[in-house]
């Protein structure tokens, strides 16, 4: 089943929507996609929970994963055509990627030259943390659920925590500097693990950001009860430390900051679905087999990878990427009763 277009907002004026072949990536509701999520693959050597089932999924066949050489294209095509200025890498894991830093090194080459960074489990890190570096890499954000061996085991299904904190401090020590951390909160496994999260994320200079729990779990178990919300996070925070509002502007970011005991360092909650900020969404998403979907919980995909393998011009392919972002909805919906989960998990998609 697939959703119906919404209708234009009234509120943008019509020279404001992308006409084809000129123009960035433009949406109905006015908004503009300059940061680009590119997922290098389906694939992940870790099963978290709320994320990919134990056993794993049927992965993409791997003549329908894009190649270096057609990732390097498209976001070519984005930079030089569409005004993307932001690239990130994720999955699946892209460590698991052998061409990932040939990837960035060509991504960082591009003018105007975007930024890049990468979203990673960190399994691998410790090896590869300093040629990532060489390539210009410029971000790095790990995700860290636990620091209990256990949980980690629990959530993850492997026992794996050693290395990915090895990971991180090996970024830390190349120099992809600040680390951020992703944490998920999971109501009865990991629920009260924001205090010591923390802690050890000041410990260490890495800078943590707590995500709520999406829906995009692959067994669609997710419900709105059970999740952990930024306020049940934000409380526990608050017993044991002293947060004040980050005044710097927020801009398009998801997270919402707070100054952690008089600062420097700062600790963000991202609040999809309690405080959802889709208004101010300025992404676009490339999946490992080449198709754009421009949300998250988009239910339709635009399919690049045939038109980039059947001869289509750079111009030809910019066309299809923004006529694909005019159908962006305005929001998620997942507080909507007729909220319909997409087809792919977060693992697929790339988060
Ligand atoms: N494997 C890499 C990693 O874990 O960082 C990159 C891909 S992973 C899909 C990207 C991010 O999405 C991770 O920080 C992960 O915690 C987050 N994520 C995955 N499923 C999620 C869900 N259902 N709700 C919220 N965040 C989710
Ligand atoms: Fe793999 Fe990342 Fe999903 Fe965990 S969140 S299963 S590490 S893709």
Known sequence: MTTPSPLPDPRVRPAAIATPGTGGLVDR????????????????????????????????????????????????????????????????????????????????ALSPRPEVGLTTNAIGLSRMAPALAAAG????NVSLDTLDRARFRQITHRDRLADVLAGMAAAKAAGLTPVKVNAVLLRGINEHDAVPLLEYCLEHGYELRFIEQMPLDAHHAWTRGEMVTAEDILAQLTAAHTLVPDDADRGAAPAERWVVDGGPTTVGVIASV??????????????????????????????????????????????RWRIATLSKLPGHGIDDPSFLQPSRPMSAIGG
């Open 29 to 108: 509701h006015g908004r503009v996609a300059t940061d680009l999520r590119v997922s290098l693959t389906d694939r992940c050597n870790l099963r978290c929970s709320y994320c990919m089932p134990p056993e794993g999924l049927d992965w993409l066949p791997k003549v329908e994963v894009l190649t270096d050489d057609e990732v390097v294209r498209l976001v070519r095509i984005g930079v030089e055509h569409l005004g993307i200025r932001e690239v990130r890498f994720t999955g699946g894991e892209p460590l698991l990627r052998p061409g990932l830093p040939g990837i960035v090194a060509a991504v960082t």
């Open 137 to 140: 890499l410029d971000r790095i």
């Open 274 to 319: 309690t405080r959802s900020f889709c208004g101010a969404c300025d992404r676009t998403r490339l999946t490992a087999d080449g198709q754009i979907r421009n949300c998250l919980f988009a239910r339709e995909e635009s399919d690049l990878r045939t038109a980039l393998r059947s001869g289509a011009t750079d111009a030809e392919i910019a066309d």
